[in-house]
């Protein structure tokens, strides 16, 4: 059985930074790529970041190119964003998702979901 767990969301002011950990078991983690997807109320949700399975190449939404950092422990079956200079605009939940193969954007080509944690920077 696959599982994602997230952690390390929480409450920042603007211009803070914070660390997401995204925990996998279940599957042969460096074969699959991992990524970072947010949803705020009311809005659909986003592709952040993502990470392909050898660590080699990464892929960033523009709005946090410069601010995130996407990286990959594959002894630790964990990736992380390090996320910094958040803004206000970033608060959301913060979901990772596995998906075996290529980087991809698109949120319904992943195959496994976490449950989410939640993000909140305050202006």
């Known amino acids: 059985q696959v599982q994602l767990v997230e952690s390390g969301g929480g409450l920042v002011q603007a211009g803070g930074s914070l660390r997401l950990s995204c925990t996998a078991s279940?599957?042969?983690?460096?074969?699959?790529?991992i990524g970072w997807f947010r949803q705020a109320p009311g809005k659909e949700r986003e592709f952040v970041a993502a990470i392909i399975g050898s660590g080699i190449s990464t892929k960033y939404e523009d709005s946090v190119k410069g601010r995130f950092t996407i990286s990959r422990d594959n002894a630790k079956n964990t990736v992380y964003l390090q996320m910094f200079s958040l803004k206000p605009e970033d608060t959301a939940v913060y979901y990772c998702?596995?998906?075996?193969?290529?980087?991809?954007?698109?949120?319904?080509?992943?195959?496994?979901w976490g449950q989410g944690t939640q993000v909140t920077v305050s202006s």
């Open positions: 998702a596995a998906e075996w193969g290529a980087i991809f954007a698109r949120g319904e080509l992943y195959d496994y």
């Open positions: 279940g599957l042969t983690f460096s074969t699959y790529t």
